[in-house]
Structure formats: C-alpha cells, structure tokens
C-alpha cells in the first residue's frame, strides 16, 4: 500500500515539474520578446529631447499628468542656537576702557600741541624759551600722537573681532549706553544664530524662535539681525542672527528658528517620483509632444508634503510621473553609444 502511494506522489511530481517548465519557458520566452521589442524600438535623442512612440511609452509602463497649481507660502524650521554673549560682554568692557584712555590722550595731546605752539612763540621771539625745550615738547607730540594712534587701532581690531561672529551695527555699539546692547549683555534680549542654504526672500519673512520639543504655541515672535559675520563648523549654507524676548536658555543651547513668508507665490507641485537624480541635481521630464519628452533642471528648494514646489513650470504643461528613471537610463546609454561610435 505504501509503496503504490509513493509511485502516485513521484508520478503527480514528475506532471507538475514538466507543466511547470513548459509555462516558465513560455513566460521568459514572451519576457524576451518584450524585451527585445524595448531594445529595437527606436529611442531619438536630440539634445536633453527624447522621442520615443507610443508603443514604447505603454512598454515601459510611462505615465504622464498635467501639474497641480498651488499657492506656496515658505515655512522653514531651521536649527539654532543660543549665542554666547561672555565674547560681546568682554568686547563692551575693552572698548569703554579704550575710550576712556582715548579720551585722555586727546585731551593730553591737545594740552602737548599748545605748549609747544607756546614755546615756539616764545623761541622765535628770543626770550625764555630754549631749542631743547623746544625739542622736548615738539617730542611730547609725536609721542601722544603715537599712543593715541595705537588706542585708535586696538579699538578698530576689537570691533573687527566682534563683526566675525556679530553683525556691523552690534559691532558699532560697542562703548555706548544703548538700550538694545544692554538688554543683549544682560540676558533680557536673546540671540539665536542659524543657517540657511536656500535662496529666500529675507525681507518678506516673519520669524519665530522656539525650544526644541515645545509647542508651536509656545513660540516667541523674533526679529532679524542680520548676517552672523563668518560661518564657523557645522554651519549648512549662509549665516544669519534673530534677536527674541529672552527664553531663559544658557548659551549655545539648541533652538528652533521659524521662518514664514508673509507673502504667498503661485506656482505648481511637481511630485516626488517625477524627480531623477543627475550630475548632482534634480530633473524632470516635460511632454513637448505626443511621442517627444525634455529632460528640464528643477531646483527642489520649497518642499511640500507631496513633492516640491516651483514657479519655474507652468500649470499648463505635462510632466512624467511614472517612468522618468527609464528614460533618464535610455538617455545615457544612447550617449554613451553616441560617445563609443565617435
């Protein structure tokens, strides 16, 4: 009994591996057949155009829509931090005591500049008035010329050293009573510095500046300073400073800095699978005519939750949203066939 059940198990193995090779050689041979059909078909290339026939487009499962309109307003969270104000309150101290000693060397040099004129007077009327005294009170000038020079130049240096880390008018503040430098000394006024490697508006934005992990209703309205001076390690694009109401934050804690675009763009949205990669950019791929597709450079600077935004395409145009990948390979195997033959 048991071994005529194994005969009818080895005899049902035997029928379904032979219906099974016959079948799979039937699906790889019409696999081949597509395939060949893909490679014979004719791909035109004329620049960053490819034309290609209908028959084709079906082939490599290509799908095409007109771009969505969409109205833009730019919103950013970007990463900051609190800056250290002991550099700027070091800075504030120096340049009083600097002005201090400039003011008295002025004073002193001016006192200097009436002996001699004194002197002189007396000399060339021949009376009390000696060519060595006139010699130590011409060298009583240079000297207080001199050290009013050096005051002068260590203060410039100061205020140089500041602008590398503090934008020009906290630099310019420097010595005064200034409410808005004082607030920044002592802690009521916060500074947060950022970086930005987009190209925005500055002007047309309204910033915010928040804990990290806090909600968004808990964000405090800022004001943009200016540019931070020079980038320093870790900064991602161009530097920049925003001033708040003090968030009780030690220095060089992790913030959040809101930007938000007061003004709104019209423009479309390109979804995230029409985009390649290529030579270090992003492209997509326009229908120019039924069977003929360009390959355009698109920046992806405006993020949306589907994709990205621009203004660079119009809300008329048709654009690859399945298949651009296929097309960008058959692009550059005809290049470098083009290149190979040449």
Same mark, same amino acid.
């Given at each position: 009994?048991?071994?005529?059940?194994?005969?009818?198990?080895?005899?049902?193995?035997?029928?379904?591996?032979?219906?099974?090779t016959?079948?799979?050689?039937?699906?790889?041979?019409?696999?081949?057949?597509?395939?060949?059909?893909?490679?014979? *078909? $004719?791909?035109?290339?004329?620049?960053?155009?490819? $034309?290609? $026939?209908?028959?084709?487009?079906? &082939?490599?499962?290509?799908?095409?829509?007109?771009?969505?309109?969409?109205?833009?307003?730019?919103?950013?969270?970007?990463?900051?931090?609190?800056?250290?104000?002991? *550099?700027? #309150?070091?800075?504030?101290?120096?340049?009083?005591?600097?002005? &201090?000693? #400039?003011?008295?060397?002025? %004073?002193r040099?001016?006192?200097?500049?009436?002996?001699?004129?004194?002197i002189?007077?007396?000399?060339?009327?021949?009376?009390?008035?000696?060519?060595?005294?006139?010699?130590?009170a011409?060298?009583?000038?240079?000297?207080?010329?001199?050290?009013?020079?050096?005051?002068?130049?260590?203060?410039?240096?100061?205020?140089?050293? /500041?602008?590398?880390?503090?934008?020009?008018?906290? $630099?310019?503040?420097? +010595?005064?009573?200034?409410?808005?430098?004082?607030?920044?000394?002592?802690?009521?006024?916060?500074?947060?510095?950022?970086?930005?490697?987009?190209?925005?508006?500055?002007?047309?934005?309204?910033?915010?500046?928040?804990?990290? =992990? @806090?909600?968004?209703?808990?964000?405090? @309205?800022?004001?943009?300073? +200016?540019?931070? =001076? %020079?980038?320093?390690? =870790?900064? #991602?694009?161009?530097?920049?400073?925003?001033?708040?109401?003090?968030?009780?934050?030690?220095s060089?804690?992790?913030?959040?800095? #809101?930007?938000?675009s007061? *003004?709104k763009?019209?423009?479309? !949205? /390109?979804?995230?699978d029409s985009v390649?990669?290529?030579?270090?950019?992003?492209? /997509?791929?326009?229908?120019?005519?039924?069977?003929?597709f !360009?390959?355009?450079?698109?920046?992806?600077?405006?993020?949306?939750?589907? +994709?990205?935004?621009?203004?660079?395409?119009?809300k008329? @145009?048709? /654009?690859?949203?399945?298949?651009?990948?296929?097309?960008? %390979?058959?692009?550059?195997?005809?290049l470098?066939?083009?290149?190979?033959?040449?």
């Open positions: 009994m048991i071994k005529r059940l194994l005969i009818i198990q080895s005899i049902i193995i035997i029928l379904l591996v032979f219906l099974l016959i079948y799979a050689r039937d699906e790889f041979h019409d696999l081949d057949l597509d395939l060949d059909q893909l490679e014979n *078909e $004719s791909f035109v290339l004329n620049g960053n155009r490819l $034309s290609l $026939s209908e028959a084709t487009q079906n &082939l490599i499962g290509l799908k095409l829509q007109k771009v969505n309109s969409k109205v833009y307003a730019f919103n950013r969270e970007l990463p900051g931090m609190i800056m250290p104000v002991t *550099e700027l #309150i070091e800075a504030q101290r120096d340049t009083k005591i600097l002005d &201090l000693a #400039i003011a008295e060397t002025s %004073s040099l001016n006192q200097r500049k009436q002996d001699l004129e004194r002189l007077n007396l000399f060339k009327a021949g009376k009390k008035a000696s060519s060595r005294q006139l010699e130590l011409e060298l009583e000038v240079v000297e207080n010329e001199k050290v009013l020079k050096e005051l002068i130049e260590k203060k410039e240096f100061l205020k140089l050293k /500041i602008m590398a880390t503090w934008p020009k008018n906290i $630099s310019e503040m420097l +010595g005064s009573k200034n409410q808005n430098l004082t607030s920044i000394l002592n802690k009521k006024t916060q500074i947060a510095r950022f970086a930005i490697r987009e190209k925005i508006q500055i002007k047309n934005v309204k910033w915010w500046i928040n804990k990290v =992990g @806090e909600k968004s209703k808990n964000r405090i @309205e800022a004001r943009l300073m +200016g540019n931070a =001076g %020079s980038t320093v390690i =870790g900064d #991602i694009g161009e530097a920049w400073l925003v001033e708040s109401k003090s968030l009780n934050l030690p060089n804690s992790p913030v959040l800095v #809101i930007a938000e007061s *003004e763009l019209d423009g479309v !949205e /390109i979804p995230t390649v990669r290529y030579a270090g950019k992003s492209w /997509i791929y326009l229908q120019t005519q039924s069977n003929e !360009e390959r355009k450079n698109i920046s992806e600077n405006f993020p949306t939750s589907a +994709g990205f935004f621009t203004t660079e395409i119009s008329d @145009e048709v /654009i690859v949203t399945e298949g651009a990948q296929t097309l960008l %390979s058959e692009e550059l195997k005809h470098i066939t083009n290149e190979n033959e040449d």
